[in-house]
Nanobody, 120 residues
Framework: QVQLVESGGGLVQAGGSLRLSCTAS????????VAWYRQAPGKQRELVAG???????NYADSVKGRFAISRDNAKNTVTLQMNSLKPEDTAVYYC??????????????WGQGTQVTVSS
């Protein structure tokens, strides 16, 4: 089993910043891709940002230049720095991690979600 624990959500005014963190624990052999998704009320879940084991990043067009994803492989932690937040960034943010468990079984785990609310 691989567990993900997210933290850092909250309420912020437009133009402000928040930092989300996601830490994986359990029987982890290696972590490959890690990503943050979000889901706003009445909308489908969408990819916000992702980062590979080699450090290659990708972002949704709507957050490019404002959000930055990074990872600390030694701590099995991924961070999403969100700057210049807009009301349309309001959503529940989910961490997703894919990799290999001990015993060489693949895993694809999701965090419980953390609420980000941006007021205008």
């Amino acid at each position: 089993q691989v567990q993900l624990v997210e933290s850092g959500g909250g309420l912020v005014q437009a133009g402000g910043s928040l930092r989300l963190s996601c830490t994986a624990s359990g029987s982890i052999f290696s972590i490959n891709a890690v990503a943050w998704y979000r889901q706003a009320p009445g909308k489908q879940r969408e990819l916000v940002a992702g980062i590979t084991s080699g450090g290659t990043t990708n972002y949704a067009d709507s957050v490019k230049g404002r959000f930055a994803i990074s990872r600390d492989n030694a701590k099995n932690t991924v961070t999403l720095q969100m700057n210049s937040l807009k009301p349309e960034d309001t959503a529940v943010y989910y961490c997703n991690t894919r990799g290999i468990r001990n015993g060489l079984f693949p895993f694809d785990s999701w965090g419980q979600g953390t609420q980000v609310t941006v007021s205008s």
